[in-house]
């Protein structure tokens, strides 16, 4: 999905059927930028000028296409473009228009200090006709300054994307290609495409569309649990990002709106914290299950025997204080002192075994993510019918790869979205003041991009990372400020606009280390840096365990392993 900006269409005359191509615009990919009415207004001599284009679409790899819109029927007599109305076109016909607008925007990018980009940067125009097939145009005999190979038409619907290309091959007299730097291509943007509307931040614009985007997924998967309303028992396995939580809460907002009672358990503290504070349904009571434990038995530490023994006392007298039990991380529950006392089959039993036919039991679990427990409980593993989530809503693509790529995955992830995203990124240092100098720029950078939730988590302890002594009640003392530091296992189904993953040396990657990298990894939504604490021999070694291949650049070589990018140096 493009980057519209503005994010809905300018108010037009419907007649103009810009809302149907901007429509259809949209549809290009996530690195397409497309501008609707692109207004341009300067002053010369006292002179106001000013231009509009109906679309302006940018593509920081292949250039710029100026658009104009023409619809309904056309025609060409005594040297004029003609409306159907018989009313003469304007600006001596809609190519020359298009190519004069285009005119004008390269002298606003030079007259904005940019002209170093004309050189590496295709600038090309192109008329749109909705309403009139290429056929059409094709019998006719066009006047000079029009060409089929700067049109699109009706049958654009439905292939845009492969007509926008066909506009970009085109060679110019000059051979210019489209080749700018990161840096070019924000000036572009910054100084010349965007702040055409308001001044708009690129940055803030890129990322609340992501997620818009992604909140359209998790909407889409939500309706999944219009399908289990009648469900009163339900096991769901899902991967990372599959949305297992945001299925888990909107089942329980649900119950509580009903006034029902639900209990919402989970293993991780950091999570229940989280939904605690973030998600306050009237009835609904978040714990840990070690919580859980010493509300019911009123101890100061948890005794599941205990625990098992009041459950099975409410069973029978009744007494049990919810209608509903929800299990988010249910593959946290494998312990053998859980297990044994079949905790998880006395809650069904207290919700399930009743004459009411209103409680219901849910478990959401991910068997990758075994890093609480050694086994995955008996009461899941032994369950005759799991119903499996396949999408990814919550990561890009590229950071899907990742992670599943370290799990030692070479599936592609099933997404409900179209952002492929930036690949993440590997850095290599094992030394400790330039691991902090360098995490410091990182940081810098994804602040100056706009993002301000981010996550640095280590696949050690908080005491044992290289930048412990750097932080202080689980934050990260940045020269921006302070940023929240934690584990892995402690994040586990938490995320963030952002992930720095730390701490990644040669230990991380056993079955116990690929599954603490895969939590971490997988809770970004749109940016993952990694920093590896590993040399050259360290990378062989893994990279023959896992039968990748590798050249002189080792490090490069094991980015690539992993679907990342290598970055040599900032």
């Known amino acids: 999905m493009a980057i519209m900006i503005p994010e809905k269409p300018k108010e037009i005359v419907k007649a103009s059927r810009e809302d149907v191509m901007f429509e259809e615009l949209e549809k290009l990919p996530n690195d397409y930028y497309v501008f609707h009415s692109f207004s341009m207004t300067t002053v010369k001599n006292n002179t106001i000028y000013e231009s509009e284009t109906d679309f302006v679409v940018f593509h920081p790899k292949k250039g710029i296409i100026c658009i104009e819109a023409k619809a309904g029927a056309v025609d060409y007599n005594s040297g004029n473009w003609v409306y159907g109305s018989g009313k003469i076109m304007s600006h001596d016909g809609p190519f020359n228009q298009a190519s004069t607008n285009k005119w004008k925007l390269i002298t606003y990018v030079k007259d904005h200090g940019l002209s170093g980009l004309l050189d590496h940067c295709k600038f090309l125009h192109a008329v749109w006709f909705p309403d009139v097939s290429k056929s059409k145009f094709a019998e006719k005999k066009l006047p000079s300054e029009a060409d089929l190979n700067l049109m699109l038409t009706e049958d654009s619907f439905g292939k845009v994307e492969e007509d926008i290309e066909s506009i970009f091959s085109i060679e110019l007299p000059n ?64 991967l990372a990002g599959t949305g297992k939580t945001v299925l888990a809460l909107e089942k329980a907002k649900r119950h509580s709106d009903k006034g029902e009672k639900v209990l919402f358990l989970c293993y991780n503290s950091f999570l229940k914290q989280h939904l605690k504070e973030t998600y306050k349904f009237d009835n609904v009571s978040y714990y840990t299950i070690d919580g859980f434990a010493c509300k019911i038995c009123d101890s100061n530490e948890a005794d ?26 249910g593959q946290d529950f494998g312990k053998n002192e859980i297990d044994e006392v079949e905790i998880i089959e006395l809650l069904k039993s207290n919700v399930l075994d009743d004459d009411s036919n209103v409680g219901s039991f849910y478990i959401f679990y991910d068997k990758n993510q075994m890093i609480q427990s050694s086994k995955i409980p008996s009461y899941i593993s032994e369950a005759d019918c799991k119903l499996t989530l396949y999408r990814n809503c919550r990561n890009t693509k590229n950071i899907a790869k990742t992670s599943l790529r370290l799990l030692g995955s070479d599936k592609q992830p099933k997404l409900f979205n179209n952002i492929d995203g930036d690949n993440p990124e590997m850095l290599y240092e094992k030394d400790k003041e330039k691991t902090i100098i360098l995490l410091d720029k990182i940081l810098n950078r994804y602040i100056d991009e706009g993002y301000n939730d981010i996550t640095i988590l280590t696949c050690k302890t908080e005491e044992t990372s290289i930048i412990s002594e750097r932080c202080v009640g689980g934050k990260y003392l940045g020269e921006k400020g302070k940023v929240k530091f934690t584990t892995c296992r402690k994040f586990k189904g938490l995320e963030s606009e952002v992930v720095i993953l730390l701490d990644v040396d040669k230990d991380s990657f056993d ?38 291949r590798y050249n002189r650049n080792i490090k490069k070589s094991f980015a690539t392993a992993f679907n990342a990018k290598y970055v040599s140096e900032m």
Do not use: W
Not at 217 to 228: F, G, K, R
Not at 306 to 319: D, F, I, N, W, Y
């Open 511 to 548: 079955d116990l280390g690929e599954q603490i990298m895969y939590v971490g990894t997988s809770r970004a939504k749109f940016g993952l840096t990694c920093i590896i604490n590993m040399d050259d021999d360290d990378c062989i070694k893994v990279l023959e365990r896992i039968n990748a």
């Open 175 to 238: 051979r210019v290609q489209t080749v700018l730097t990161k840096k070019e291509i924000d000036q572009m943007l910054n100084r010349v495409l965007a702040p055409s509307f308001n001044l708009v931040s690129l940055e803030e614009v890129t990322l609340k569309r992501k997620h818009l985007v992604f909140k359209k997924m998790l909407d889409e998967q939500i309706a999944l649990l219009n399908y289990l309303e009648e469900q009163r028992d339900a096991i769901i396995n899902g």
């Open 304 to 329: 599941y025997e205990q625990l098992s023994m009041k459950l099975l006392e409410m069973q029978e007298e009744g007494t049990f204080p919810y209608d509903h039990v929800i299990i988010d991380e």
